[in-house]
């Protein structure tokens, strides 16, 4: 069974940071493509950034110059470093792993970025 479980988020005055995490278990993790997503209030889910099972990385412009994605095979974990927040980066933000025709996602992880 596959379980993908997000952990870090909360509550981060403007130009904060956080680091979210993602552990999945029940998959060959090193041959998906690990991405987290986000979706704020009234907004459909978006992508925000990827890596690939080689380590190549892709990132929404609105993020490329403060968010950071990392993996750890041995870990079977994905990071999500996300520093200068803005009110604007606050939404559940979920992980999502990916192979071929398989797509599998977490819950969620809220992160509010408010004064």
């Known amino acids: 069974q596959v379980h993908i479980v997000e952990s870090g988020g909360g509550l981060v005055q403007p130009g904060g940071s956080l680091r979210l995490s993602c552990a999945a278990s029940?998959?060959?993790?090193?041959?998906?493509?690990m991405g987290w997503y986000r979706q704020a209030p009234g907004k459909q889910r978006e992508l925000v950034t990827n890596?690939?099972?080689?380590?190549?990385?892709n990132y929404q412009d609105s993020v490329k110059d403060n968010f950071a994605i990392s993996r750890d095979n041995a870990k079977n974990t994905v990071y999500l470093q996300m520093n200068s927040l803005k009110p604007e980066d606050t939404a559940v933000y979920y992980c999502n792993a990916r192979y071929s025709f398989l797509s599998y996602w977490g819950q969620g992880t809220q992160v509010t970025v408010s004064s």
């Open positions: 029940g998959i060959i993790f090193s041959r998906y493509t």
């Open positions: 890596i690939s099972s080689s380590g190549s990385t």
